[in-house]
């Protein structure tokens, strides 16, 4: 059994450099340029659409919520204010940082800010981190967005439904950030010209969680916090849930997005707070394609993926058990079967990047 | 030494895309703006070492398919991360139905 190293300063990472698994070329489905054309098209109607959607909800939300604070009666508005406010934002976040939600730049980036600072994530470390998640996808030592790591620590996964590892490892992290610099861990992936941005990040984030807590401390009373700040732990959970069937119990350091990520078929509240995010493996394979344009990828390609999951549910179903079994094996993961229109996995390509476990584990 | 290459003809490429040439051990993108002009640059983005063919032509600015990263094609400049590095651009010239490139 193999131990996983996930630093990125590691020795994991350092082999993958070596083998040529870091930055290597990835597994494409074939589609015609002139439908991959179509499908790259930007537009901003449908992200205008859904962030007055997102926002305009969030307000309502949290006005109720406010109106009828203290009483319990305000309770499930707080759960809803938070499920946008610490989940919708991990998917705004992803998308507009990748640019694609919205045609026009500026839009793009505003949603993005706004998304990062509820979701707490530095805009300026994260946008670096994500784009290290595209090129190393699942690959030990070198993808630093890896949500599971083997073997797996449930009370961490449970912990994470209410947001707790996230902003225990956010906070410490935005004040070093504003007060000493960048960490050397940030510093293998944010280029040294964008360091001064994720300082300013830092600080102003910092001086609004500062003003919220005095403004709650001058009115005796945790309610601006209801607004600020908590419901990005009692909100996380959908985000979590959605974000941990990603990639959770399937293969890691392979080159090839149908063996480690998992397309989700969900109801339409989920993928609207997710932004059709459940469609992952496409999204990996054509980061290009807007959100609003992988229900189309999916039919154009499905050909030559596993069959997607059936609901969150089903889903989990598959995944839980194969966490529970990298315990007793590290190495273990679950390997799905391509449909006969599918071209095959690359078994020679894999088997060396994986040892036997490839095929031990089917 | 520069040479002129005849490197495709111009309605090889659809207007607002680009293609791949690849010539004596380099590759470049060239690519048809929505004016009718045609422009080159260096084929590989300059973040990773990503084509940037099967990226997304709009307007005058090429998106590279890894990333997202954005360049202006005309002048090669950065215009979004992850990239930061310019992009390389090569003299093009139309003859006829030809398109030429200079490289050295
Ligand atoms: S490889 Fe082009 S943006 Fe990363």
């Known amino acids: 059994m193999t131990k996983r190293d996930y630093s990125l300063l590691g020795p994991d990472g350092a082999r993958a450099v070596a083998t040529g698994l870091a930055a290597a070329e ?43 604070w203290p009483s319990w009666y305000s309770a499930p508005f707080w759960l809803a204010y938070g499920v946008l406010y610490g989940s919708a934002s991990d998917s705004r976040w992803h998308e507009c940082g990748h640019g694609t939600a919205f045609k026009t730049p500026w839009m793009n980036n505003v949603v993005f800010e706004i998304a990062s600072f509820m979701i707490m994530r530095n805009s300026a470390t994260w946008r670096w981190s994500h784009a290290r998640h595209h090129t190393d996808t699942y690959i030990v030592g070198r993808d630093p967005e890896i949500a599971i790591m083997r073997p797996v620590v449930f009370a961490k996964v449970i912990a994470g439904f209410f947001g707790l590892p996230d902003v225990a490892a956010f906070l410490p992290r935005m004040l070093y950030n504003a007060f000493v610099g960048v ?12 360091w001064p941005k994720v300082v300013r990040v830092a600080r102003i984030s910092t001086a609004i969680y500062g003003a ?4 709650a401390l001058g009115m005796g009373s945790i309610l601006p916090l209801m607004v600020i700040g908590l419901p990005r732990l009692y909100g996380a959970w959908h985000h979590v849930m959605t974000g941990l069937l990603q990639h959770g119990g399937l293969a890691d350091n ?15 509240v989920s993928r609207f707070i997710y932004w059709n995010m459940n469609y992952h493996v496409e999204h990996h394979m054509f980061p290009m394609v807007p959100y609003h344009a992988l229900p189309r990828l999916h039919a154009a390609i499905k050909h030559d993926l596993p069959a997607p999951n059936t609901s969150i549910a089903q889903a989990f179903g598959e995944m839980w058990p194969a966490l529970r079994r990298q315990l007793a094996s590290e190495d273990y993961f679950l390997k799905r079967s391509l449909p006969a229109t599918a071209k095959p996995y690359r078994e020679d390509f ?6 036997a476990a490839a095929t031990a584990a089917e | 030494m520069t040479q002129w290459i005849d490197a495709c003809a111009t309605d090889d490429i659809d207007a607002e895309d680009l293609i791949r040439f690849d010539h004596a051990g380099a590759t470049y993108a ?20 990503v084509h940037l063919a099967d990226g997304l032509v709009m307007d005058y600015v090429i998106e590279c398919p890894k990333h997202n990263g954005q360049f202006d ?3 090669g400049e950065a215009k979004r991360a992850p990239v930061c590095i310019n992009l390389k651009t090569y003299p093009v010239k139309v003859e006829g139905a030809r398109v030429f490139i200079q490289v050295s």
């Open chain 1, 26 to 68: 990835w597994y494409h489905t074939e589609v015609p340029r002139k439908e991959m054309k179509a499908l790259m098209q930007r537009s901003d109607a449908p992200a205008i659409r859904d962030t007055l959607l997102l926002y305009g909800l969030m307000i309502a939300f949290a006005g109720i919520g406010i109106y009828l």
């Open chain 1, 183 to 194: 960490h050397p861990t940030e510093k293998t992936f944010v280029p040294e010209s964008e």
């Open chain 1, 212 to 215: 919220t807590i005095a403004l």
């Open chain 1, 254 to 268: 392979v080159i090839d997005h149908r063996l480690n990520s998992r397309t989700v078929y969900m109801n339409p």
């Open chain 1, 350 to 355: 894999h088997l060396a990047a994986l040892g």
């Open chain 2, 30 to 49: 060239i690519y048809h703006a929505p004016d009718g002009k045609f422009y080159a640059t260096a084929g590989k983005c300059t973040h990773e070492e």
């Open chain 2, 73 to 75: 094609y005309r002048t």
